[in-house]
């Protein structure tokens, strides 16, 4: 609206009426008439000016002059649409929250969870930024150009508008339509779509932003986490941004959430707020006293917290009572592990279960504001995860390679201040397999562990029966429910001008309102793909596989309706079902541009390439150092199974 002059600049969606408008407005308006640009506003300044021409006449005023008083008003009546608020965790594994069988305490998420609906059979992608591109956009992660994350990404590959890692210009996020249609926006969190300045969050339909642009970062301080950055990367509104002393992400983003909601509560426009925290990706790291409430909570090892959440998860109705689980090839025997190891990894899960209570805790304080503010009950809240719990924690972290990686990146792995400040933490495997239960896997990977996470919708304006579904649901269709919310029409094939990737996510509120009992016909096929890990979901059914170091690389077919924990594999006695999915997984290569991975590739070698050739940027000398760095691990690996 910027061909409005601000003293009377018209809000799209609200209607207004004319009390009394000088010369000086009326020339600006008519002015603003003659080269506004947008057709919503040029039909507000005509209707303004329209109002001014009755209200002049039953004012008695002459054709000869307009006779009025000097002070304008123009008087807003507020729009009506719910505000939208969608939380998104970071790294967060299927039961690591309370209504879905956690012995975390996340009372929010639980008050949530009993006002709205939770979705249990809810499937998003196996690792972030592909996550992240499908929520915005309702589109296909290939066809948004975020195929895998780019520090992952095969060098030969880069090049290739499907693998750049970044927003392609061709998709439109739900925040610019949401703008568009007069609601404020705003994003305090991860972004990770985009370091250039055309798909910073600023650039891309918010508003007002506070950004971590990369992977992850430090919770307390500027640190980066990885060495492919040299510190982390905040943007705010576009500009750097130094995180001040008394930092901690999941307080400092929900406080500049806070901020930026009550700079415009007063005007009537309803908002959408993108919260992305950083919980609980590595680092992972809580202020103390939230640790200290789950000290010794873990000394009985992740099997028992496994099963424990199994049983919960049952009695809630979250997964069928037969569930059974497989035991994944990277869960250590937890009675086999020394003392001092049971005690050290005991800790690194009470961390990791404070840093979620943490940000329950603080996103409460934001549902408090939303109380006081009398906003809560025209708000719908929308919560959700990027992909199932991280698994890269080494399984001994007080050994001399663990300790010497950590403190080249400026941190700690003491015991005695592990999560706080400055201190480098990550649960392990085993306990990533516990973080996910009852499924199989995690992060990275295809199994359900990777891909099935929580999702809470709840919310006054929704009018919605609280409950479950079990119904499939897939990331992309967030951005269609949340349009559908705010009464936004999608753009189809084209937008502002040019030609865009349609939304092909799927609108969630007949589904919520209990007027349908699917989403998806149980002939629609939902394909995914990341690095060679791929799935395919149809019906009750799911097709997977999963390649090498933690799969095999075979493909096999699930109902994961009634086995989510993938433990009975149905393709020899389904198997004319089998090669129909097949079939359909291969057309789904075909339409977005998958391309083959290496048989030798892994996601850990390709970071470490990535990161070697950023830093050094010669591929002869990226070449050899990379021989270097794997030869320890080549030879390990030769020791350990020729013995």
């Known amino acids: 609206m910027a061909g409005l002059a601000p003293a009377c600049r018209a809000k799209p969606g609200l209607s207004y009426t004319v009390k009394t408008i000088s010369r000086k407005n009326l020339f600006q308006l008519l002015l603003s008439a003659v080269v506004e640009k947008n057709l919503v506003a040029k039909f507000l300044v005509a209707n303004i000016l329209v109002a001014y021409a009755v209200v002049v006449k039953a004012e008695g005023a002459q054709a000869e002059g307009v006779q009025t008083a000097e002070n304008v008003t123009v008087e807003a009546i507020a729009d009506t649409r719910p505000n939208v608020i969608l939380i998104l965790a970071d790294d967060l594994g299927f039961s690591d929250i309370a209504p879905y069988g956690s012995e975390v305490n996340t009372p929010t998420l639980s008050a949530l969870a009993e006002q709205g609906v939770s979705f249990t059979n809810y499937h998003t992608s196996a690792i972030c930024s592909p996550s992240r591109a499908m929520l915005m956009t309702g589109v296909n992660n290939h066809r948004a150009g975020v195929a895998t994350i780019p520090e992952m990404t095969l060098t030969e590959y880069s090049n290739n508008p499907n693998y750049r890692g970044t927003l392609s210009p061709n998709v439109v996020t739900v925040a610019t339509l949401l703008e568009a249609s007069g609601y404020h926006t705003y994003m305090a969190g991860k972004w990770h779509l985009g370091h250039e300045e055309r798909n910073l969050p600023s650039r891309r339909g918010f508003q007002r932003t506070l950004a971590l642009l990369d992977s992850g970062a430090d919770n307390w301080d500027q640190k980066s986490y990885i060495p492919i950055y040299e510190q982390a990367n905040w943007v705010a509104d576009g500009v750097e941004y130094k995180v001040p002393d008394d930092f901690y992400s999941s307080r400092s983003l929900v406080d500049k959430t806070i901020e930026f909601i009550d700079s415009n509560h ?94 329950d805790y603080h996103l409460g304080r934001l549902l408090e504001y939303l109380k006081a503010t009398g906003q809560y009950d025209n708000t719908v809240f929308i919560f959700t995860s990027d992909n199932g719990p991280e698994n890269s924690g080494p399984h001994d972290p007080t050994g001399w390679l663990t300790s010497r990686s950590v403190a080249s990146l400026g941190y700690n792995n003491d015991y005695e201040t592990l999560g706080l400040k400055d201190s480098y933490n990550a649960i392990n495997a085993s306990f990533a397999s516990a973080a996910a239960s009852p499924l199989a896997y995690f992060k990275f990977y295809t199994g359900e562990g990777g891909m099935r996470v929580p999702l809470l919708i709840a919310g006054a304006p929704l009018s919605i029966e609280p409950g479950l579904t079990h119904a499939f649901s897939w990331v992309t269709d967030i951005t269609p429910t949340i349009m559908a919310l705010a009464g936004v029409e999608q753009p189809g094939k084209r937008y502002a001008g040019r030609p865009v990737e349609p939304i092909t996510g799927r609108n969630l509120l007949p589904l919520l309102r209990g007027e349908v009992d699917r989403a998806y016909q149980p002939d629609d096929a939902v394909g995914y793909e990341l690095s060679g890990h791929s799935a395919l979901f149809q019906g009750d059914y799911k097709l997977v596989r999963n390649r090498p170091p933690v799969g095999d690389g075979q493909w096999y077919l699930y109902n994961i309706v009634t086995d989510p924990g993938e433990t009975r594999d149905l393709s020899q006695r389904a198997p004319e079902r089998f090669q129909r999915m097949l079939s359909a997984y291969e057309t789904f ?55």
């Open 589 to 643: 290569v075909r339409e977005n541009g998958v391309l083959p991975v290496p048989a030798n590739y892994t996601h850990i070698r390709q970071l470490v390439i990535n990161t070697l050739h950023k830093q050094l940027g010669s591929n002869l000398v990226l070449l050899l150092l990379t021989g270097l760095v794997l030869l320890p691990f080549y030879v390990a690996y030769r020791v350990k199974f020729k013995s």
């Open 266 to 359: 007063a005007d009537g426009q309803p908002f959408f707020a993108y919260l992305p925290f950083q919980a609980v990706h590595i680092p992972v790291q809580a202020p103390r006293e939230f640790i200290d409430r789950y000290m010794g909570v873990y000394d009985a090892g992740w099997h028992a917290v496994r099963e424990a959440r199994l049983a919960r998860a049952v009695s809630l109705g979250i997964v069928p009572a037969d569930t059974a689980m497989v035991t994944m090839p990277t869960t250590m025997d937890w009675d086999a592990q020394d003392e001092s190891l049971k005690r050290f990894q005991s800790k690194r899960m009470a961390v990791y279960a404070g840093m979620i209570e943490a940000m």
